[in-house]
């Protein structure tokens, strides 16, 4: 076959170019590391890699997520520990100041105090994180989320919603509660019914009838504060007439008897009667009632309830107890019963509370279900009883039931901020769980994407020196046979 000199450089050239185009490929890998520098050069092991690094991608964007979401957590987790702090401290003062000893000088001083840390709750609630983001404001970060309106009520702003994190493909977490739930929807009492005492029990005074007496004393009431002078009276009648004594024995009226007599701002109403009747206006153990427990859920019927002291069980005893009713309304309801003091319990529907101190006839009682109420409001109605409190006995009654029920509020604000703390805890940990599936999937993945694209160095070094040899060769003997010509020897 005859060759032209045209063809054997031609042929010799592309052998060349092939061979440093090898070499040129082989030292790019060996460069960057890669096996597969072009998707054509492996197009099955590319499509898989292009896949994997878009788990990957997406797994590190989850790891991210978990990490904005953990800190955002620890934060609010931090707020809500200061905001407990500041609760107990709130409840310590309260404690301070319902002991007797203090007067009401004393108890003002304390709720000075107390609205410092009002403030500082209020501030607390209002935190942001380093984004300069509410964190209680639910969806709307840009809110804040509580503000003091005109009369002074602290409003939220805020939505009832909460923000989420992708942490997984298919797993979510909450990364922030809406300030309502943590600040606002709080059950008052405790936390299925709450209690309180009638608003006219301090008028109603103690009265009884002297063994022998044909009448009674159906009640005795203050009816005019500005004239009432406290003490104990004693109703005399006979004939058709009544005397009434003072302590010391001093006459201090008289006239016809009627079925209403009134005297030093008190009205007593009565069955007339001869005899003799008591009047004790100090009302020195004026009644309350306990918070109370429920016995029995499913028994318990959510309405409102009045507990009415009727009369005595005995007129001329008064030890031997006092008669009660209670009404539920709207469903009519009734049960009525005897209590004996001090042993005054009142058990009903699966929910058990007491009366103490001595109820009188007329007083009354209100069981009703549980509210939400905002801590704020808590703290408020609190620092409004410290500020008001009174000095006689009814007054010292009224303001220790009033602190009882503040008291208990703040148990129930403290355990929900300890409830949402607790939810807290489980994202995070559910938070450390996901990362570290994400972790192991982001290492798994990276394994696989190294195991399809990675360069085998050891093969690649080898082929690269072959190469080497195979190019020199070329170049040597293509050196050697470009001068070859039938010219030279003419």
Request: charged fraction near 20%; aromatic fraction near 6%.
């Amino acid at each position: 076959m005859r060759i032209s000199s045209m063809q054997i450089h031609r042929l010799a050239v592309n052998a060349m170019l092939n061979q440093q185009s090898d070499v040129s490929h082989t030292q790019l890998q060996l460069a960057t590391g890669r096996r597969i520098l072009t998707p054509s050069e492996d197009p099955v092991a590319s499509e898989q890699i292009l896949q994997l690094r878009r788990t990957l991608d997406r797994t590190e964007q989850y790891t991210t997520n978990a990490d904005q979401g953990r800190l955002r957590l620890q934060t609010e987790e931090s707020v809500l520990a200061s905001a407990g702090d500041q609760l107990q401290r709130i409840r310590e003062l309260a404690i301070q100041a319902a002991n007797d000893s203090n007067g009401q000088e004393q108890r003002a001083y304390i709720a000075k105090e107390m609205r410092e840390l009002l403030d500082e709750l209020v501030d607390l609630s209002n935190t942001t994180d380093g984004n300069g983001e509410y964190l209680f404001a639910g969806t709307m970060t840009q809110t804040k989320p509580f503000v003091r309106d005109s009369s002074g009520n602290i409003v939220y702003y805020g939505d009832q919603m909460q923000r989420f994190a992708q942490i997984g493909d298919s797993r979510q977490v909450a990364v922030s509660d809406p300030g309502s739930a943590v600040f606002e929807l709080i059950k008052n009492g405790n936390g299925t019914f709450q209690v309180d005492m009638g608003a006219g029990n301090a008028t109603n005074l103690m009265a009884y009838s002297y063994v022998g007496a044909l009448g009674q004393v159906t009640s005795a009431t203050i009816t005019d504060p500005a004239t009432f002078v406290a003490g104990e009276y004693r109703l005399q009648i006979s004939g058709g007439t009544y005397n009434i004594y003072d302590e010391s024995g001093g006459l201090i009226q008289s006239g016809a008897t009627a079925a209403s007599i009134t005297f030093q701002g008190i009205t007593a109403n009565l069955v007339p009667g001869d005899g003799e009747y008591v009047i004790d206006a100090t009302r020195s153990n004026l009644a309350s009632i306990e918070v109370g427990s429920v016995l029995d859920s499913s028994a318990w019927v959510a309405e409102d309830y009045t507990v009415t002291i009727d009369s005595w069980v005995d007129p001329e005893d008064p030890s031997l107890g006092v008669n009660y009713t209670v009404n539920g309304v709207p469903s009519g309801f009734t049960v009525s019963g005897t209590l004996v003091y001090p042993d005054q319990s009142l058990t009903f529907r699966g929910i058990q509370t007491a009366i103490q101190g001595q109820p009188v006839p007329g007083d009354t009682f209100t069981i009703a279900p549980s509210t939400n109420q905002s801590l704020f409001e808590t703290v408020d109605n609190l620092i409004y009883t410290l500020e008001h409190s009174g000095t006689t006995a009814a007054d010292k009654t009224a303001f220790q039931q009033n602190v009882a029920k503040s008291l208990v509020d703040i148990d129930q604000g403290m355990t929900n901020l300890l409830d949402v703390r607790a939810e807290i805890g489980a994202r995070l940990n559910a938070i450390d769980g996901q990362k570290g599936l994400d972790d192991a999937i982001s290492l798994q993945t990276e394994a696989m994407i190294s195991e399809l694209g990675d360069l085998d160095y050891a093969e690649a070094i080898s082929r690269f020196s072959i190469q080497m040899v195979g190019l020199q060769a070329a170049q040597q003997s293509y050196s050697k046979v470009q001068n070859l010509s039938l010219f030279n020897y003419i």
